[in-house]
């Protein structure tokens, strides 16, 4: 199986209300629509606007005596700027940390991997960011209000853990609970197991493999305690989940600034 498969909170002041698809187009819309409200009526009287129409007064955007973009490209990069800097603004921790828990870190794009190594064994734990980032609650955002109450968000990756014995690997497909807390069997477990699979040598598609939901329940609490001896304990899946947040924050904030300079033309 391949390696490619996330508590600190952040209270991003636009980004919060956005799901984790990003693609979700109400949300996104009032994202647009809330920026226009924040301008001044003065501010949209002919003559005042913030937005330079006419190309003989200059382009905000950076760009320039060009004057080669559009009305739709200026107004981007203005959102943009705003954005970017109220997005760095909101960064908790600035560096990436190089260890989590013992495990040593490996990014590459929206991929991480943390490894930890042993005498007889390496667990590897790796994981996407890409579509991971979610609220605890929904945002309850007032137009009126110079403050709007927004939820905060985190980041809750499906995540893999493959521990190598030799040429045998042992692989976990995991992902996070959806009710979170203590059930009324009196577990209290933040993540649980979605596939079992194992080995030997390179990862081939006609491994067998056996979804978590249909193993014997008591093997399944066997293999979340050998997890746990691991060092894949809910306080660990907590301080995943914390640095996949510190993480995607920095990848989207780095897609805001390259986005910028792809509509500048730099």
């Known amino acids: 199986m391949n390696n490619l498969v996330r508590s600190v909170f952040r209270i991003a002041p636009l980004r919060s209300i956005v799901s984790p698809m990003r693609s979700t187009l109400g949300k996104r819309e009032f994202t647009r629509t809330l920026w226009h409200m924040s301008r001044k009526p003065e501010d949209l009287i002919a003559g005042k606007s913030i937005i330079q129409h006419n190309p003989s007064l200059g382009c905000s955007c950076g760009c320039g005596a060009k004057f080669i973009h559009t009305k739709g490209e200026r107004e981007l990069v203005e959102f943009l700027t705003e954005e970017i800097?109220?997005?760095?603004?909101?960064?908790?921790?600035?560096?990436?940390?190089?260890?989590?828990?013992?495990?040593?870190?490996?990014?590459?794009?929206?991929?991480?991997?943390?490894?930890?190594?042993?005498?007889?064994?390496?667990?590897?734990?790796?994981?996407?960011?890409?579509?991971?980032?979610?609220?605890?609650?929904?945002?309850?955002?007032?137009?009126?209000?110079?403050?709007?109450?927004?939820?905060?968000?985190?980041?809750?990756?499906?995540?893999?853990?493959?521990?190598?014995?030799?040429?045998?690997?042992?692989?976990?497909?995991?992902?996070?609970?959806?009710?979170?807390?203590?059930?009324?069997?009196?577990?209290?477990?933040?993540?649980?197991?979605?596939?079992?699979?194992?080995?030997?040598?390179?990862?081939?598609?006609?491994?067998?493999?056996?979804?978590?939901?249909?193993?014997?329940?008591?093997?399944?609490?066997?293999?979340?305690?050998?997890?746990?001896?691991?060092?894949?304990?809910?306080?660990f899946v907590d301080k995943l989940s914390e640095f996949s947040t510190i993480y995607e924050h920095s990848q989207y904030i780095d897609l805001l600034e390259r986005l910028s300079k792809f509509t500048i033309g730099k």
């Open 85 to 235: 800097v109220a997005e760095k603004k909101a960064q908790k921790v600035k560096s990436i940390p190089t260890t989590v828990e013992g495990f040593k870190v490996k990014i590459n794009g929206p991929e991480v991997e943390l490894t930890k190594e042993g005498d007889k064994e390496t667990v590897t734990i790796s994981f996407n960011v890409n579509h991971t980032v979610d609220t605890d609650e929904e945002a309850e955002v007032d137009p009126n209000m110079d403050k709007p109450n927004l939820a905060e968000m985190k980041s809750k990756p499906q995540f893999e853990v493959d521990i190598v014995r030799g040429s045998q690997t042992l692989s976990f497909t995991c992902s996070f609970l959806q009710n979170q807390g203590e059930d009324a069997e009196g577990y209290n477990d933040i993540f649980g197991i979605d596939e079992l699979v194992l080995y030997d040598g390179e990862w081939k598609d006609n491994n067998y493999a056996v979804a978590g939901d249909v193993l014997d329940g008591y093997l399944y609490d066997l293999l979340m305690n050998l997890l746990e001896e691991k060092g894949i304990s809910n306080e």
